[in-house]
């Protein structure tokens, strides 16, 4: 595996994980079962986003005193690109959870522990995929056109059915464990299990809210198997996809409490993420064609994402326009 990483490298950013992640489990949010606040979440964005940008611009400063300014403008390109693209699918990985915590009616407090779990498994996951994906594609260059097709189908039915909510409740594996566990109706803190007196024995039942921690880390996986080959399209550079990934991810938890009041906003943004999985599943089919440029690739994929947000608040202000002059009329 041909990589820019060394190994103090790699410890300087296990490192720097660790801390952003201590930062994030016990600074954002505060107490246990206290509600983020939308000015705490978006000041947090603005921090991951920025210490993200921070790393990029170290990454470029190390390898242009160190392997010259081509490799640095090249690696640098390819992290940022990697970065957006995670990013972006990181949004919908979000829209997700917020779909979750709705059905399950679980309270804004009580989420925390969810998705701090959910973060976690989603870094763990990504990581092993990560290795694991670059070690096939030096082993089988033909595994990059399975990953091309995948995408480029997988962005085709995202459009398709970008409309369509899914039927959580004959959601095959809430059935299974319904079937297999007892299961309470009524939420208990951010317990996930409790154990109740059932003819002189105690009983452990599983809360509402271990059904959704266990959907979330589904979730995680299935937005793992989609993002993961997205990235390879652009480097296979191990130390590139996964830095590039990790920052995707962390600072999840502000994004969510972030887009919490305003995802219906965002009603386009599906057909943009399903576009955008759509061109990097083309650019990987045509990699041994024509190697699109790392430039125009991260160019498309913002023009890509940023039209779709653009075009979705467009979309609401002649509704909401038409609301408000209904609502002053009556």
């Known amino acids: 595996m041909e990589t820019i990483g060394t190994w103090w490298m790699w410890a300087g950013f296990f490192a720097v994980v660790l801390v952003m992640l201590a930062i994030d489990l016990f600074l954002v949010g505060g107490g246990k079962q206290q509600r983020v606040s939308f000015r705490q979440a978006a000041s947090w964005s603005v921090v991951w986003v920025g210490v993200s940008f921070a790393f990029a611009g170290w990454l470029w400063w190390y390898l242009d005193g160190s ?6 403008n090249q690696k640098t390109l390819q992290y940022l690109t990697g970065y957006l693209i995670e990013k972006s699918l990181a949004i919908d990985n979000v829209f997700v ?57 997988t962005g085709i039915k995202m459009w398709w059915f970008a409309d369509q909510q899914p039927d959580l409740a004959s959601n095959p594996l809430i059935r299974w464990i319904r079937n297999h566990m007892k299961v309470t109706n009524e939420l208990h803190g951010e317990r996930f299990f409790i154990l109740r007196e059932e ?65 219906d906003r965002f009603s386009l ?18 990699i041994d064609i024509y190697k699109i440029p790392v430039l125009f690739s991260l160019g498309v994929v913002g023009a890509i994402i940023f039209t779709s947000i653009v075009l979705s608040l467009r979309q609401r202000q002649p509704a909401d326009g038409t609301d408000a002059a209904s609502q002053r009329s009556h």
């Open 67 to 72: 392997a010259g300014r081509e490799v640095a």
């Open 97 to 153: 959870w917020l779909m979750l915590f709705s059905f399950f009616a679980i309270p804004l407090e009580l989420q925390k522990r969810v998705l701090v779990l959910g973060v976690l498994g989603a870094i763990v996951m990504r990581t092993v995929m990560i290795f694991a994906g670059v070690w096939l594609i030096a082993k089988f260059h033909w595994i990059l056109y399975v990953f091309g097709a995948f995408l480029l189908i």
């Open 199 to 263: 003819a002189g024995k105690l009983v452990r039942y599983a809360t509402p809210l271990f059904l959704v921690l266990v959907l979330v880390e589904l979730s995680d996986l299935i937005f793992a198997v989609d993002s993961i080959p997205a990235i390879f399209a652009i480097t296979t550079d191990p130390f590139i996809v996964l830095t590039s990934n990790v920052f995707a991810i962390l600072g999840l938890r502000a994004m969510y409490f972030l887009l919490a009041d305003m995802a």
């Open 269 to 286: 943004l599906k057909y943009g993420l399903a576009m955008v999985l759509m061109f990097i599943g083309a650019k990987m089919l045509l």
